[in-house]
T-cell receptor, first 115, second 114 residues
Framework: KAGVTQTPRYLIKTRGQQVTLSCSPI?????VSWYQQTPGQGLQFLFE???????NKGNFPGRFSGRQFSNSRSEMNVSTLELGDSALYLC??????????????FGPGTRLTVL | AQSVTQLGSHVSVSEGALVLLRCNYS??????LFWYVQYPNQGLQLLLK??????LVKGINGFEAEFKKSETSFHLTKPSAHMSDAAEYFC????????????FGSGTQLTVLP
């Protein structure tokens, strides 16, 4: 079974631009979560999508948004990029059943550099 | 609110020596606890997890961890380090009400010396 895929793997943008990152979950997984990883702040939860609806949101400004499609693929968008948005953006998928914990499987990430 | 503290941002051990990576958590409700490993330019791979039941959990690659509620700890150990264990390790916590929102520690970079 194919793992979580993220595209693109690397991206360079300039301040003020916007960017869209894509995540394809493992087949059958319906929950997609996004995390930002930076040297200064570490790994931080951005948001989770399930059944095309945002279910949880971390403490990030409104410039960070996302969506999920009917096939469970998810995109996240960052508008008006700032230098501090340079990070590795990780996507994780899980089954999200009602019983207990479902393991999250992480993709390789998208490395975003803002110049 | 929940939080995770990893003691030691860098740990060096000799090949064949014991690996001990420390993790303490804070959670007002029963936690789910995890250890992830990250190799350069890769995502996170789950090493092991504690949700309920046995407090000593075994994971992949010979790693294990023990959940100690009284000490609010979940330290990661491996009896004998291998060169391939060199990576960054993250402890994470969540709870049943929000199981997909992981709170991570700051990470520990493990170096294995020949």
């Amino acid at each position: 079974k194919a793992g979580v895929t993220q595209t693109p793997r690397y991206l360079i943008k300039t301040r003020g631009q916007q960017v869209t990152l894509s995540c394809s979950p493992i087949s059958g997984h319906r929950s997609v979560s996004w995390y930002q990883q930076t040297p200064g702040q570490g790994l931080q939860f951005l948001f989770e999508y399930f059944s095309e609806t945002q279910r949880n949101k971390g403490n990030f400004p409104g410039r960070f948004s996302g969506r999920q499609f009917s096939n469970s693929r998810s995109e996240m968008n960052v508008s008006t990029l700032e230098l501090g948005d340079s990070a590795l953006y990780l996507c994780a998928s899980s089954l999200r059943s009602s019983a207990g914990y479902n393991e999250q499987f992480f993709g390789p990430g998208t490395r975003l550099t803002v110049l | 609110a929940q939080s995770v503290t990893q003691l030691g941002s860098h740990v060096s051990v000799s090949e064949g020596a014991l690996v001990l990576l420390r993790c303490n958590y804070s959670s007002s409700v029963p936690p789910y606890l995890f250890w992830y490993v990250q190799y350069p330019n890769q995502g996170l791979q789950l090493l092991l997890k504690y949700t309920t039941g046995a407090t000593l959990v075994k994971g992949i690659n010979g790693f294990e961890a023990e959940f100690k509620k009284s000490e609010t700890s979940f330290h990661l150990t491996k009896p004998s380090a291998h060169m391939s264990d060199a990576a960054e390790y993250f402890c994470a916590v969540t709870f049943s009400g929000s199981a997909r929102q992981l709170t991570f520690g700051s990470g520990t970079q493990l170096t294995v010396l020949p």
